[in-house]
């Protein structure tokens, strides 16, 4: 699976933004995809997901103001990020999986990351 994702930039604290990732595959619907995250010095770090069911699971720092969900028809996975702050800064990373995790490790496929940076 190959996975592009997109829609990073440079916001003001308070601002949204949306990031999208592409993937490959005629699976698309089967699969569990989520978003991660790497802040400066930090390890990578789980954001929310989506199942192939449309269930949501969120990363307690962004309960409430982020929100996944996924196209199917256009294999396309999204993050709209709402009120963001400094502390979002961080590289995205979309990522595949079969099962339902938050691990990182669990992962198979990632895209390359994408760079939000929010200034204050």
């Known amino acids: 699976v190959q996975l592009q994702a997109s829609g990073g930039g440079l916001v003001q604290a308070g601002d949204s933004l949306r990031l999208s990732c592409a993937a490959s595959?005629?699976?698309?619907?089967?699969?569990?995809m989520g978003w991660f995250r790497q802040r400066p010095g930090k390890e990578r770090e789980f954001v929310a997901a989506?199942?192939?069911?449309?269930?949501?699971y969120y990363a307690d720092s962004v309960k409430g103001r982020f929100t996944v969900s996924r196209d199917n028809a256009k294999n396309t996975v999204y993050l709209q990020m709402n009120s963001l702050k400094p502390d979002d800064t961080a590289v995205y990373y979309c990522?595949?999986?079969?099962?339902?995790?938050?691990?990182?490790?669990?992962?198979?496929?990632w895209g390359q990351g994408t760079l939000v940076t929010v200034s204050s």
């Open positions: 595959g005629r699976t698309f619907s089967t699969y569990f």
């Open positions: 990522a595949q999986n079969n099962i339902i995790s938050r691990l990182p490790d669990s992962f198979r496929s």
């Open positions: 989506v199942s192939w069911s449309g269930g949501t």
